[in-house]
């Protein structure tokens, strides 16, 4: 399936959010997620279903002062 990640478009085999993070390299990282502008908290991920067109956004938290 086709979703957009980011603001990018990637191809995707997975159906649920929990593996699409997987496919994309990140595994048991610490990341915030939205799809489709809503938050997804990370219990909820494996499922939450994917669908051809949805909007995902990866967030990584940012150290520094």
Excluded: C, H, K
Excluded at 18 to 25: I, K, S
């Amino acid at each position: 399936m086709r979703i957009q990640v980011n603001g990018a478009w990637r191809e995707l085999r997975a159906g649920e959010l929990a593996g699409a993070l997987e496919e994309l390299g990140y595994g048991d990282s610490v990341v915030s997620t939205a799809l489709n502008g809503e938050f997804v908290a990370r219990p909820a991920r494996e499922r939450i279903a994917l669908s051809d067109g949805d909007r995902l956004e990866v967030l990584a938290p940012m150290q520094g002062g």
